[in-house]
């Protein structure tokens, strides 16, 4: 098996068809199915079923596809990493966020990248934390940030925020004043959650909680954007952090307040799969976002505890 022979099978997985695949790896469809046949004779086992309409991957195909996509990338970045080793940086950089983070930190990471890092192409993903947590893992993402994450022997990770959770909604359900609020009175409101997201990362360790939040929840939403509309029209309120309804707290159409009795945080971490190849791009960006981060802290534009190195 070489890398050719995954690219292919890579190509032919995500395609489906051996045409197109062929097509895009820019050889003849007859050499492309039989490196295909060779390959699948080294292992011992069929790749694909070959259909009339094209190629459907047997469980074998999917488990070999899981390991190729990140052998593939590895092998292009260290190509990557030592052909700008002596030059500006350049290349691809995935990064994956929540989107507390994405409202927070996107804008700050476009403008440096923008002017000072030209021949760097970035991409960001949102997502909850447990998706970016698992992009992460498939090696979707070459960096990702995520709160509260379970250990995970193919992460390291590095906390960096801790956050306070408030009880956020319309002010003509929670009040002007912005003074704490015990959470038995908030399990007498009518709460909406936000489904596998914020609070579940907040409150999951808590013994009872969690139990809690489920039984008195009246609506869960998949969307941010969403919750926030259902709040503003009186629906309910939420938990969650500062950060995620910073545009609609600072014109007053939500308000929050400090949750107390107990007092509830999370902490954003940021993580990197542990075996992957160095890169001078990686590097910089991870620094990167550290510094961003702790400079939105600074400057209270982010609302938190910086506790980073």
Not at 105 to 121: G, M, Y
Not at 156 to 172: A, F, K, S, W, Y
Not at 261 to 272: M, S
Request: charged share 25%.
């Amino acid at each position: 098996m070489n890398d050719r022979q995954l690219r292919y099978f890579t190509t032919i997985f995500e395609q489906r068809n051996l045409s197109r695949a062929a097509a895009l790896c820019n050889v003849a469809q007859s050499a492309l199915s039989h490196h295909l046949g060779a390959l699948e004779g080294e292992l011992g086992v069929p790749l694909f079923y070959r259909k009339a309409r094209g190629m459907e991957p047997t469980a074998a195909g999917v488990r070999l596809y899981e390991h190729a996509r990140p052998i593939l990338r590895h092998l292009d970045n260290a190509a990557e990493d030592v052909r700008t080793m002596i030059t500006e940086l350049a290349g691809e950089i995935r990064i994956g966020m929540p989107y507390s983070v994405v409202e927070g930190l996107t804008l700050p990471i476009l403008e440096h990248v923008s002017e000072h890092l030209p021949k760097v192409r970035l991409s960001i993903s949102e997502g909850l934390s447990r998706n970016t947590f698992d992009a992460l893992v498939r090696g979707d993402s070459d960096l990702a940030l995520f709160y509260n994450p379970n250990a995970d022997a193919r992460i390291e990770t590095e906390p960096l925020v801790e956050e306070q959770i408030h009880c956020i909604g319309n002010p003509d359900m929670l009040g002007t004043a912005q003074t704490p609020i015990p959470f038995e009175t908030v399990c007498d409101l009518p709460v909406l959650l936000l489904r596998q997201g914020m609070y579940a990362r907040a409150v999951v360790a808590r013994t009872g909680v969690m139990s809690r939040l489920r039984h008195i929840g009246a609506l869960e939403i998949n969307s941010v954007n969403g919750l926030a509309k259902a709040m503003m029209a009186g629906f309910g309120c939420t938990l969650g952090p500062l950060i995620t309804f910073r545009e609609y707290l600072a014109d007053g159409r939500l308000t929050a307040r400090p949750i107390i009795d107990p007092g509830l945080t999370r902490t954003l971490h940021l993580g990197q799969l542990r075996d992957q190849t160095p890169t001078r791009l990686r590097e910089e960006m991870y620094s990167l976002v550290k510094t961003l981060l702790a400079e939105e802290i600074a400057a209270d534009r982010w609302r938190g505890t910086w506790v980073g190195e």
